[in-house]
């Protein structure tokens, strides 16, 4: 049994007894707000799973359409690059692009659905304390979740386009992980931003889909022209597609500089959209 | 027993008692917050008005050093007009806003009614959100299955736990959240206005439950404007106006004081939980 004095230092967020004080740098005591964090993960993914059974996800006909719905728009992105690019497909091509495809997806709707996170639970925001980066951390484990399937319609392509199967294709996993946590970040700052703006996921929608066409997904980098090869660093998710893409694809290990620059641009997110968020959490309240 | 002051004292650093004879202790507390006018900000309409020049962002000045402490298992009912700041004070000490200036420290578990917290994801079935809600405040998935049956048992929805809150009414939604804010054995219930829910047998129900709750050791804090209702449930109350206390005291002096104020006859009306 601990003392009151030691449970004191553990300030607002300890579970019996709370002190609160005036933030300083408008930052909450982080040590135990991470602590607190940690300790409701359970909410979060109560939370993400009580979404996709509210989307009837829990039935064959649900699943089946998890599965059909981004096979169907792979199609129709690689129906648009053959006709667009006036050449013959391959199913290796479309197993490039379903690859490159589904993970951008993971990344887009993690950032969409982060940005009604907030907004979207109002009420209990309202009434409850408890730390605000549960709600978009839980519609990236939402956007997660449903992203764990396609990678079944994948390995079926894979397998019919006669890729590679190759331990080296183990790397997509920490390369997932990386667009994961910079996933995170982007909701979280996405949703803090929402709070100020409510018209910012209409213009998301619109960003979302510039950032897919600017991405290697209907196009390699090496059909890019040489002197504008620089420019493609500019877009956060180039490294980690391209990595994603030697690895899975062709079963090659990739090149370290692609794998330092994903997971750099993964912890700048996080760092930055989880630091604006908690910074902004505390006015939510007022502003919802 | 409960002290209060709305006159600022400078703040001597005490050092804490190991074992304290209060649940509640609110110092010297300040609560300044800016919000904009507009229900719904877009970046559309801050556009124009950069263009006009024009700010829209108010500063609301909701509790100006405000201090008091509230004995372990005592009542305290906070009255005051609208915009008095009773709210805003209320979700200082259940943490959910951070004092601007001063010092709130509670011991013990809260449990919240300051709004309809449950339900508020509308597509999910109530059972799923009072897990959710519970999850939240922090309970664990065991304590919620233990509390489970007496929370639905309580808010009597029968069948309607398992359908999406989308399709409740407002009394059901209103049922639901009190019953999960009860009964969840808080050391500290915190309740803005809400022994109106639902019809006259539940309200009835309620007021007995919170009864209950003031004849066990619980500590609660209770924002009402139904009158009687605090005179019948508050040990003391505070009296709450601009975001200063304008009176605290034993409740029939403070409500009749209050209602002097306010111009207004002993009626049922005035006075009645609606």
């Keep these: 049994m601990s003392t009151i004095a030691e449970r004191r230092d553990a300030g607002e967020f300890a579970s019996e007894i709370h002190v609160y004080e005036p933030h300083k740098v408008g930052l909450p005591p982080l040590g135990a707000y991470l602590t607190q964090l940690w300790g409701r993960r359970e909410f979060a993914f109560e939370l993400a799973r009580s979404d996709l059974r509210s989307k009837h996800f829990n039935t064959a006909l649900g699943q089946l359409w998890l599965v059909l719905n981004p096979l169907l728009l792979g199609l129709v992105y690689f129906a648009l690059v053959l006709i667009i690019g006036r050449r013959g497909g391959s199913i290796a091509g479309l197993a490039l692009l379903l690859l490159a495809l589904f993970t951008f997806r993971l990344v887009s709707t993690s950032i969409s659905q982060g940005a009604r996170s907030v907004v979207g639970g109002g009420r209990l925001i309202l009434n409850t304390a408890f730390p605000r980066t549960l709600l978009p951390l839980s519609s990236v484990l939402t956007c997660f979740m449903l992203f764990l399937p396609t990678l079944g319609v994948y390995a079926i392509v894979h397998v019919a386009a006669g890729l590679p199967v190759r331990p080296e294709i183990l790397w997509g996993i920490p390369i997932v992980a990386t667009m994961v946590v910079f996933a995170a970040g982007g909701a979280m700052f996405v949703a803090a931003v929402q709070v100020y703006f409510r018209d910012l996921t209409s213009f998301l929608r619109y960003m979302l889909r510039i950032w897919l066409y600017l991405s290697p997904i209907l196009w390699t980098a090496a059909q890019v022209p040489e002197r504008y090869k620089p420019l493609l660093y500019l877009n956060p998710l180039y490294p980690p597609l391209t990595a994603l893409s030697e690895a899975v694809n062709f079963g090659v290990t990739p090149p370290a500089r692609l794998l330092l620059l994903s997971v750099a641009w993964a912890v700048a997110a996080f760092v930055v959209g989880g630091l604006f968020f908690i910074s902004r959490e505390r006015e939510f309240a007022v502003r919802l | 027993m ?249 409740a029939t002096e403070v409500i009749q004081a209050y209602k002097r104020f306010l111009d207004v006859r002993e009626s049922d009306i005035a006075d009645d939980d609606v």
Aim: aromatic residues 6%; glycine residues 10%; proline residues 4%.
């Design chain 2, 2 to 250: 409960l002290s209060a002051s709305s006159n600022p004292v400078p703040a001597i650093a005490e050092p804490p008692a190991p074992a304290t004879d209060w649940a509640v202790k609110v110092e010297h507390l300040v609560l300044t917050y800016k919000t904009t006018v507009e229900k719904k900000p877009t970046f559309k309409k801050a556009l124009v008005r950069l263009g006009r020049r024009q700010r829209i962002v108010r500063e609301i000045q909701a509790v100006r050093d405000v201090s008091f402490d509230v004995p372990h298992g005592a009542v305290l009912g906070i009255i005051g007009v609208n915009g008095a700041g009773k709210s805003t004070l209320m979700r200082t000490v259940a943490g959910i806003l951070p004092p601007t200036s001063g010092r709130i420290e509670v011991h013990g578990r809260v449990s919240t009614l300051l709004a309809l917290g449950v339900g508020f994801k509308g597509d999910v079935s109530g059972r799923e959100n009072v897990v959710l809600g519970g999850l939240a405040a922090g309970l664990t998935k065991e304590q919620l299955a233990q509390k489970y049956d007496e929370i639905a048992e309580f808010a009597e929805l029968g069948d309607f736990m398992d359908m999406p809150m989308r399709t409740y009414s407002s009394g059901m939604f209103g049922r639901l959240a009190f019953s999960v804010a009860v009964n969840m054995d808080p050391d500290i219930l915190l309740i803005d206005e809400a022994l109106s829910v639902g019809d006259a047998r539940f309200r009835e129900k309620s007021f007995e439950k919170m009864r209950e709750l003031c004849r066990s050791s619980s500590t609660i804090l209770l924002v009402s404007h139904g009158l009687n209702a605090i005179r019948k449930l508050a040990d003391e109350v505070i009296w709450l106006h601009q975001g200063e206390i304008a009176m605290r005291g034993e």
